[in-house]
């Protein structure tokens, strides 16, 4: 992410509790600038929740820092777990590996323990083991997956908790950042774990996909709330919840045209920066025509702009903007314009809000258009979709950029509403556009309902879309009851 932006959780390193990156994009900052060094940290989650693979990413962050790693396992083996990162492109070069799992001799010989428990004879190899290896590397940064098999162990609780205590400290008193892992279940419940660490990761399969949040975090504070996390090839990623208040930038209110005069003269100038404009009408109006209109002219200033397309294909649009005179190509070559395509179910909305971020704080982006609302809904997983249009869209304004939402209308015709969803609280501006019936022929109208930082004309006006471009008329004032879709001239008695 870009360093320009200002932020009230932004990366702080406290000089008196150094920061230790965990080397999964996302988590640090939902940690604040990463883990406290010289602590101990619980990561808890099911089977397949990506416990290991977070552990292999705090391993291997630290190794290409030149800082010692240990990898204690008490479950895979050392290959196993080697071949397992290599497939996500984790470098485990610079990582050293304690491998106390069993191994198939222990199956074929069958050992039997006749006076003395399996805990009473196993735990003074395992520990000797550790002790030996810890001493010998020092390492700084060490993982153990996981540490429910220390459970098994301790002939009671009380034994348990004891060693754990125990082995933490040993650990950190040697300058050693802990990691350890988890299973929580009946069998082998942790909720010491949880009281007896630094702090606690928990990982999670919700609705949407695998998700993480931090419960416990000594020292320092941390977003809250779960956050998306996805395992990829790559290993993990963590998206975190977007709040946008925790974001701002300076930036000059100036208006952004559409280049058409009587259209600007409608919106007294164009729309602001840092303004969210809700355009409004049935499929087929213009709304995302009159979006790239802004978007052109900011290109004709070097800006950059972005379409997420939810519902049309990029080909499409290209095609349909280049026939009607907005040059779509050369903006997209010259690198004023992206043009995404949103896959449907492919995100959650902490990923999508990524990417939006990533646009806004890396490349720049000046403008962004989201086509359409009711396009979102469908292809990003979520359940609130006025929280999460809420988020990107404020998100956005707080950082300059012109927010340009396109508001599907259900209804051809009938009574106007803004939205169906709820979210004209959210405009700066709406601009609505309307189907009339004119003679018998099928009219377009465009208005501007609401504006906060200026005066705009309430006029009505008739507007076309054609191989020359788009073209505003004059305003319709000789036809009432537009917005019904009935429209009906002064003269009472020639009604079309």
């Not at 895979?76 to 071949?83: C, D, I, P, T």
């Not at 933490?168 to 988890?182: D, H, K, M, N, P």
């Not at 977003?223 to 963590?238: D, F, I, Q």
């Not at 409004?280 to 972005?306: D, I, N, Q, Y």
Request: glycine fraction near 10%; charge should be negative; include cysteine.
């Amino acid at each position: 992410m870009s360093q320009d932006r200002v932020s009230t959780s932004a990366l702080r390193l406290d000089a008196q509790s150094p920061r230790l990156s965990t080397g999964v994009p996302g988590l640090d900052e939902v940690l604040q600038g990463g883990l406290i060094a010289q602590r101990s940290y619980l990561v808890r989650g099911g089977p397949g929740t990506g416990k290991t693979t977070l552990g292999l990413h705090f391993l291997a962050a630290g190794a290409d820092q030149g800082e010692s790693a240990l990898f204690i396992t008490l479950t895979e083996s050392e290959a196993v777990v080697r071949r397992n990162a290599a497939r996500m492109d984790i470098d485990l070069t610079g990582v050293s590996f304690l491998d106390l799992s069993p191994s198939s001799e222990f199956f074929v010989q069958v050992e039997s323990y006749d006076l003395f428990t399996p805990a009473d004879v196993e735990r003074e190899p395992i520990t000797r083991s550790i002790v030996s290896e810890v001493e010998e590397l020092g390492p700084k940064r060490v993982f153990v997956d996981s540490m429910s098999q220390f459970r098994y162990l301790s002939a009671d609780a009380f034994q348990y908790r004891k060693q754990v205590i125990s082995f933490l400290r040993f650990l950190i008193e040697l300058e050693a950042t802990a990691l350890f892992a988890s299973e929580a279940g009946t069998e082998a419940p942790d909720e010491d774990l949880q009281f007896l660490s630094d702090g606690f990761i928990e990982l999670d399969f919700r609705p949407l996909g695998r998700a993480l949040r931090v419960v416990k975090f000594r020292g320092s504070d941390f977003a809250s709330g779960w956050h998306a996390m996805r395992l990829t090839s790559k290993g993990a990623a963590v998206y975190p919840r977007l709040v946008p208040s925790e974001y701002s930038r300076e930036f000059v209110a100036e208006a952004i045209p559409t280049g058409v005069p009587e259209f600007d003269e409608m919106l007294h100038g164009g729309v602001e920066r840092g303004t969210i404009t809700i355009l409004s009408g049935p499929s087929g109006t213009g709304k995302t025509t009159v979006g790239l209109l802004f978007m052109k002219e900011a290109a004709g200033r070097g800006e950059r702009s972005v379409v997420y397309s939810f519902e049309e294909d990029p080909q499409v649009l290209t095609r349909r903007c280049e026939s009607i005179g907005i040059p779509v190509k050369a903006m997209m070559e010259r690198g004023t314009l992206s043009i995404i395509k949103v896959e449907p179910l492919r995100y959650s909305p902490d990923e999508f809000a990524h990417m939006v971020r990533e646009e806004t704080e890396t490349r720049g982006a000046r403008v962004v258009m989201l086509d359409s609302v009711s396009g979102y809904r469908l292809s990003v997983q979520g359940d609130d979709l006025v929280l999460h249009i809420h988020a990107i869209s404020k998100y956005l304004a707080n950082m300059g950029v012109t927010v340009l939402l396109v508001n599907e209308a259900e209804a051809i015709t009938g009574e106007f509403r803004a939205t169906d969803i709820g979210i004209s609280y959210l405009a700066d501006n709406i601009i609505v556009f309307r189907y009339l019936e004119l003679r018998g022929e099928m009219r377009k109208a465009v208005g501007v309902l609401k504006k906060r930082l200026s005066d705009f004309g309430r006029e009505l006006r008739e507007i076309e879309i054609t191989r020359y471009g788009v073209k505003v008329g004059r305003p319709l004032t000789d036809v009432r009851g537009v917005l019904t879709g009935t429209p009906v001239w002064q003269d009472a008695g020639n009604q079309e």
